[in-house]
């Protein structure tokens, strides 16, 4: 590296663990932190401070479930205070008018809302909670506050066939964004691969209506398609580059280049309690180590798109070869790349009852459930 | 050559109905940045921005200028004049509306 790198523009906080969700796919790590690790108040509002003196002006507020937090207000303020726009990444479960009027006072600018089926018992059966109700509850009260509301679908064989429904709903439910995101198999959803990964025509079909609906919604509602690596044969630009763009500060402080990035070994990550955020984005070996091109191996070290794609996903590549600095097994040029096909060409287990309830590996019981009970 | 000078003609008077559509589209509008976007100046970057839910515009020349006085109060013809004022010689009255046009079209203005 040639001095130091440009300032990140966006933190993903993951204010908690704690999620009333049980998503097969969660993207939290499989050990999650416990209420009593987390980071306070003034803690946050430090790292916001520090984030913006650094460059960051994106925030997002996540989780788990950020409305867990019930200090998320005073959070919120301290970003707006920091000059940081704050988006906050919530299940709807909680958003009350009141709650929300009180984060839009605190300088809240957008929401972005998950859902997981336009059905209402298929999308409580996905997120193995009652949830729909408060979801569509959550999006009216975004809409009378006339914020800004994005929708995010994580996609996989169960509600692929629904996308078309799935773009009314956000249509319906006036959202300006609506992110449909094919599920990306680590952590928990690696758990679920056999039951969430999709067939190939599943995926042609729901993105010829992707295509169609982007077409009819030009200019209303914008349509994201994030792409399913396993089938493409592109890598995915994972976060646009390792320490390259943003970065995700855990519930407990710790400072990650990518949400997934805790599961790879040896990786010595920094906490934002013991360490300055611009020590961890400018010099941390662990914001270091993919950083750039010079770590590159196989055909990513002379390929033209290396700075396109960076050599893919770091975590998929650990998930898949035990290797997180081989070229990521989507990419068609790998030599790896015959697991995910082999993956990506099986047909899906022939079990009469799996087109009715697939049978997920649910995300384990929130921690420590007796805290939680208390606040 | 009079056919040229018939297409000449016809794209002059094309081009004068295009100015009177956009001469009606920002009359007596008081641009003002969309419900969800914010101009704000990057300190660490040197660079004029305008932040959304999902993404940085960073502006180049003279843009911020313009934007800043979009504050719902300034018709398109006071920002224009000011803009005159501040930038003497500047094609101003003739970039300018079509600019705003263009942003407005892209949502970022109301």
Same mark, same amino acid.
Request: charge should be negative.
């Given at each position: 590296m ?9 933190l ?12 097969p ?6 050990e999650?932190v416990?209420?009593s ?32 937090r ?33 984060l ?22 996905? *997120? ?9 509850r ?12 994005g ?18 709903l ?14 990306? &198999? ?10 969430l ?12 209506? /992707?295509?169609?609906?982007r ?28 320490g ?40 941390s ?5 993919? +950083?750039?091109?010079?770590w590159?191996?196989?055909? !990513?070290?002379? !390929? ?5 794609? &960076?050599?893919?996903?770091? !975590? ?14 989507? !990419? ?8 995910? +096909? ?34 | ?18 100015t009177? *559509?956009?001469e ?30 999902? +993404?940085?515009? /960073? ?27 501040? &930038?003497p010689?500047?094609? /101003?009255a003739?970039?300018?509306?079509? &600019? ?11």
């Open positions: 040639t001095g130091p790198p440009a300032p990140p523009w966006a993903l906080a993951e204010l908690t663990h704690g999620c009333p969700l049980r998503c796919y969660c993207s939290n790590p499989l999650l416990g209420r690790h987390e980071l306070s108040t003034e803690e946050w509002e430090d790292v916001l401070w520090q984030a913006a003196e650094l460059g960051v002006v994106h925030t997002h507020l996540s989780g788990g479930e950020p409305l867990l019930r200090d998320l207000a005073a959070i919120v303020a301290a970003a707006e205070g920091a000059g940081i726009y704050t988006q906050l990444v919530t299940s709807g479960n909680g958003l009350s008018a009141s709650r929300l009027s009180a839009v006072s605190a300088g809240l600018r957008s929401v972005q809302l998950s859902v997981q089926h336009a059905d209402p018992v298929a999308s409580d059966r996905i *997120a193995g909670h009652r949830s729909f109700s408060a979801k569509e959550a999006a009216a009260v975004v809409r009378d506050a006339e914020l800004p509301l929708l995010n679908v994580v996609l996989h064989r169960d509600n692929l066939d629904a996308v078309d429904a799935i773009v009314d956000g249509v319906a439910w006036g959202a300006e964004r609506i992110e449909l995101a094919n599920a990306q &198999f680590y952590g928990w959803a690696l758990r679920n691969r056999t039951t990964l999709p067939t190939r025509d599943q995926l042609s079909r729901a993105s010829e209506v /992707v295509e169609r609906r077409k009819q919604l030009a200019g209303t509602t914008e349509l994201v398609w994030v792409v399913p690596d396993y089938f493409d044969g592109v890598p995915k630009p994972c976060m646009g580059g390792w390259a763009v943003s970065l995700t500060v855990a519930p407990d402080g710790r400072v990650l280049p990518c949400p997934a990035a805790g599961t790879l070994p040896d990786l010595d990550i920094p906490n934002v309690r013991d360490r300055s955020l611009e020590w961890i984005w400018r010099s070996p662990a914001f270091e180590r993919y +950083r750039g091109t010079e590159m191996t196989g055909p !990513c070290t002379d !390929c033209p798109r290396r700075e396109t794609d &960076f050599g893919g996903c770091r !975590c998929q590549a650990h998930a898949l070869t035990g290797d997180a600095s081989r070229t990521d097994p989507a !990419c068609a040029l790998s030599p790896d790349h015959a697991l995910v +096909r082999a993956l990506a060409e099986v047909p899906p287990p022939d079990d009469p009852e799996s087109a009715d309830a697939p049978r997920y590996v649910y995300r384990g019981a929130r921690p420590e459930p007796r805290e939680r009970a208390t606040d | 050559m009079k056919e040229a000078t018939v297409k000449e003609a016809a794209a002059q008077e094309a081009a004068a109905r295009e009177t *559509a956009q009606a589209a920002v009359a007596g509008w008081r641009p003002a940045p969309a419900r969800s976007v914010v101009l704000r100046h990057d300190r660490v970057r040197q660079a004029d921005l305008l932040v959304l839910p999902e +993404r940085v515009v /960073v502006l180049s020349g003279r843009a911020a200028d313009v934007l800043r006085l979009c504050d719902g109060h300034r018709q398109v013809g006071e920002i224009v004049d000011e803009l005159a004022a501040r &930038f010689g500047a094609p /101003v003739d970039e300018v509306p079509r &600019f705003l046009d263009r942003v407005r079209e892209e949502g970022w203005l109301r």
